[in-house]
Structures are given as C-alpha cells and as structure tokens.
C-alpha cells in the first residue's frame, strides 16, 4: 500500500484513540459509504482527512503565531456565504482534553493517557 493508505489510516487511528471512539473500519467495501470514527458518548461522527496541504491548516498556524501565548489554544471559526451555521476548527489534541473533562465531570471513565499534553486546560477553562 502507498504512503496515502498508510496517512488516513493512520489519522482515523489517531482520531478514535484520542477522541474515545471508535474507528469504521470499511474492509474491502470501499463502495459503502460510512464515517471514519464514531465517538458515541458525544454523538460525534467524524469523517478523517489527510491531504498534503489544507486552507484551514494555514488558517490555524497564522491564528497561533499572530495571536497566542504558549498556555493558549489557537481556534478557527468559519462560515461560507449561505451557509447555515458555522464550523470550528481547533486541535485535536484540545478537543480531546475537553471531551476527557466531560466525561470525568460526569463521573464516566476518561482516556488512559496518550502521551499527550491535555491541551483542554488553556486559559479560560
């Protein structure tokens, strides 16, 4: 398999890990269409991407650089002409530290430690 089988199965790996998921795996069903991850406690269903260069990647590094601390969290609010709602773009590492403070707020069993740095415990929080 080439380097970008290997890169988005790698990021849905990832995702489920940190995020308390599940991943979706497809098989040889290729034609059926499914999301990568499932993270049922929170109702999220994600769809992993991994491509060579994103928009909102540069968004986020100029939006970390310009404006943040080393204890602050970089985010990204987005919203297309017509679109209804709008979409938020901020680490993955971060939102698995918030979705972890839920859980043990809420007295259900947290992630074992990833080897990450809980990002959830910027400032404001």
Same mark, same amino acid.
């Given at each position: 398999?080439?380097?970008q089988s290997e890169r988005w199965k790698e990021l849905e790996r990832t995702a489920a890990r940190k995020l308390g998921g599940r991943r979706v795996p497809r098989w040889l069903d290729?034609?059926?269409?499914? @999301? +990568?991850v499932l993270? @049922? +406690?929170f109702g999220l269903v994600v769809d992993a991407k991994a491509h060579k260069r994103f928009t909102?990647?540069?968004?986020?590094?100029s939006v970390k650089l310009k404006y943040c601390e080393r204890d602050e969290t970089p985010c990204v609010v987005t919203k297309a002409a017509g679109q209804v709602g709008e979409h938020v773009i901020i680490p993955l590492d971060f939102l698995a530290g918030l979705l972890n403070r839920v859980r043990a707020a809420q007295g259900t069993p947290t992630l074992p430690d990833t080897g990450q740095p809980d990002t959830g415990q910027g400032k404001g929080l």
């Open positions: 398999m080439g380097k290729f034609g059926q269409s499914a @999301p +990568d993270v @049922p +406690d909102h990647a540069s968004l986020m590094e």
